[in-house]
Nanobody
């Protein structure tokens, strides 16, 4: 069973930045894993935001966050980060990280999915952006 724990959420004004952390119990030096960030607001379907493959650290993003969000991994700390800059009110949501073994091809489509293909999830961290 993979364990994940998010942290770093909070409240910021539009244009501000936050950095989310996802501590994972898998070895990020091991190839073949995909770690994704997702978000969900009440009454809406969960949506993918970004993903990173441990097979070379390749990253993938949802169009709405490209150029503003950056996903990265720190293998020594077994942590995946989501740096969020130029935040907008529409980025307000509960943010979750998830992890599973996936090929590069399947990891690439994660930001366009709801994450139903992931079996391992964290508890979430709230991000609120005010205008």
């Amino acid at each position: 069973q993979v364990r994940l724990a998010e942290s770093g959420g909070g409240s910021v004004q539009a244009g501000g930045s936050l950095k989310l952390s996802c501590s994972v119990s898998i070895d990020l030096n091991s190839r073949g894993n995909c770690i994704g960030w997702f978000r969900q607001t009440p009454g809406k379907e969960r949506e993918g935001v970004a993903a990173i493959s441990t097979s070379g650290g390749v990253t993938y993003y949802r169009d709405a966050v490209k150029g503003r969000f950056t996903i990265s991994q720190d293998n020594a700390r077994n942590t995946v980060y989501l740096q969020m800059d130029s935040l907008k009110p529409e980025d307000t949501a509960m943010y979750y990280c998830a992890a599973d073994r996936k090929s590069l091809a399947l990891c690439a489509v994660v930001p366009s999915t709801s994450g139903s293909q992931f079996n391992n999830w964290g508890q979430g961290t709230q991000v609120t952006v005010s205008s």
